[in-house]
């Protein structure tokens, strides 16, 4: 079946840095596009950054210049480098693919403090 794993998380101070992975199974990932996604506490979820299968990224206007989606399809992982994080980046991120449906990972949690 489709599995999703995000791992990378963690508490990091402002200005900092972190990697996000998400290891999948269960699909062909060099086909599908590949979204990162995150939701802070009392806010919806929202869409952070997409790869399709190409290579092409998109990414939201809040991250825009601090992070990079990739993916290593030897490796059926994509990743999200997350640079000159702010506190306001603080959620829990998670990897998103569609594969006849919606699948979602467990989530990483992203805590951003001094």
């Known amino acids: 079946q489709v599995q999703l794993e995000e791992s990378g998380g963690g508490l990091v101070q402002p200005g900092g840095s972190l990697r996000l992975s998400c290891k999948t199974s269960g699909f062909t990932f060099r086909n599908n596009y590949m979204s990162w996604y995150r939701q802070a506490p009392g806010k919806e979820r929202e869409l952070v950054a997409g790869?399709?299968?190409?290579?092409?990224?998109s990414y939201a206007d809040a991250v825009k210049g601090r992070f990079t989606i990739s993916r290593d399809n030897a490796k059926n992982t994509v990743y999200l480098q997350m640079n000159s994080l702010k506190p306001e980046d603080t959620a829990v991120y998670y990897c998103?693919?569609?594969?006849?449906?919606?699948?979602w990972g467990q989530g990483t949690q992203v805590t951003v403090s001094s």
């Open positions: 998103w693919t569609n594969f006849w449906r919606a699948y």
């Open positions: 790869i399709s299968s190409a290579g092409s990224t």
